[in-house]
């Protein structure tokens, strides 16, 4: 079948967090298994940008209101990503550095969202499926099913995957003349709590709704920021699939971004080597046991208790262990997290800013990935962390709860349930004294190597789900 992905991230073209490694690798596999698949993105100006090759397939035009915005769309020359990839050029609205967080993002996705669909209308195929990621593709289910001008693409099914539930593209009625024309008939899709919800329409109007782990379709029915009801009365179309990892990018026997490869059975030298490299660049001991966070530093990444239960942490363990973060976000936790240095030199520092190569190494060369996530849709961090012999100390939420079993009951990691700093800590305390016991903290070690978490097991989920609505076909 032919699938299409639309989205605002796909590694490694342009990444800000998870919502891109999912889109860069699940359609490799999926076109492994015989699919044609196609990824369409905005055309930022990223480094991949700059340095791959592309041709200009198609020109044309978006209409806003009275603005008028003239795109191409550029194809890699190649195919080097396993998979057909797009990008919507649209200088005035992407030729920018960042992909989020500027006050035209309303426009600039919907732009990128008519962009994307008037040049599936002018190509010879219809596909089968459009696959959409979050709100910023959110309106595509609805333009397809009632915009006038996409007529021809009403046989397409259309899927929206939720991987941030929380972020839902809200704008308000005054901007609805920016869609295509429609009949108003069908008005009500576009409303939810008196504005207009782009990721409201997606779950509304696609044919099939998937989560990104099976624990989160639960929790959204519970809390959704708004959205609780809706997500209720869809549970019928709705299924939760767990992400996988791309296997080929995150192998630790042969990704280049570490000091040194190793594999299941030589991970106690290969880790301590990759750990060595990072204490030297960060000041560590690493004959102390290496607990790190990766990611956003927001709230519900549980950052704002990152402060607080690293200096506890420290203090409590006489400062026998080392802490080292990687993240940025929120001013206010990012200046907490600097201050800290001074009190904790030589066990603890963290580097502001995003790093990729600095990520894979922390995977490698960490005894322990925290990741006190209030709301936590999947989580990839605990999967590569995993597979990199590094044992993730979770709070149980969304996907962690569905990915990580705590050793106490024969598990691979270490959890806790409450977002706080006193369960983080006594996580930490817990972690401390596995750390000793050499024999345990090995086998837990390799309970995680061992896990299949590849997208090739995982994959088949999402087409058996494109079949079920191609079979249904209901309008
Ligand atoms: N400063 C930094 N430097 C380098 N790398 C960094 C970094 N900060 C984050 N990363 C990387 O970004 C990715 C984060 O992925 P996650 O899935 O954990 O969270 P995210 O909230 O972005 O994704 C959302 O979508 C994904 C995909 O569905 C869900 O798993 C998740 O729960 C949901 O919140 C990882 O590859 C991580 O290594």
Known sequence: MEIFHISAECYPMAKVGGLADVVGALPKYQTNAGHKVRVVVPCYSTKFRKEND????????????????????????????GYELYLIEINELFDRPNVYGYEDDIERFLAFQIASLDWILMREDVPNIINCHDHHTGLIPFLVKYAYKYEKLRSIRTVITIHNGLYQGWFGFDKIHYLPEFDLIHVGFLEWNNSLNSLAVGIKCAHAVTTVSPSYLNEINIAANGLETLFNSVRNKSKGILNGIDFEVWDPSKDQMLAHN?????????????KEKLCEEFELDPTKPLFSFIGRLFEEKGGDLLPQASALALSENFENINILILGSGNSVIEEQLVQLRNDYKGNYNVFIGYNEELAHLIYAGSDYILMPSRVEPCGLNQMYALRYGTVPIVRRTGGLRDTVIDFGDNGNGICHDQASVGDICYSINRAVRLYEDKLNFNKIIKIGMATDHSWERVCQEYIEIYNLIIEKNEV
């Open 54 to 81: 592309f041709e200009c397939v198609h020109w044309g035009s978006v209409k806003l209101g009275n603005f008028d915005f003239p795109f191409s769309v550029l194809k890699e020359t190649t195919n080097k990503l």
């Open 262 to 274: 190793y594999s299941i059975d030589t991970f106690e030298i290969g880790k301590q080597k990759n």
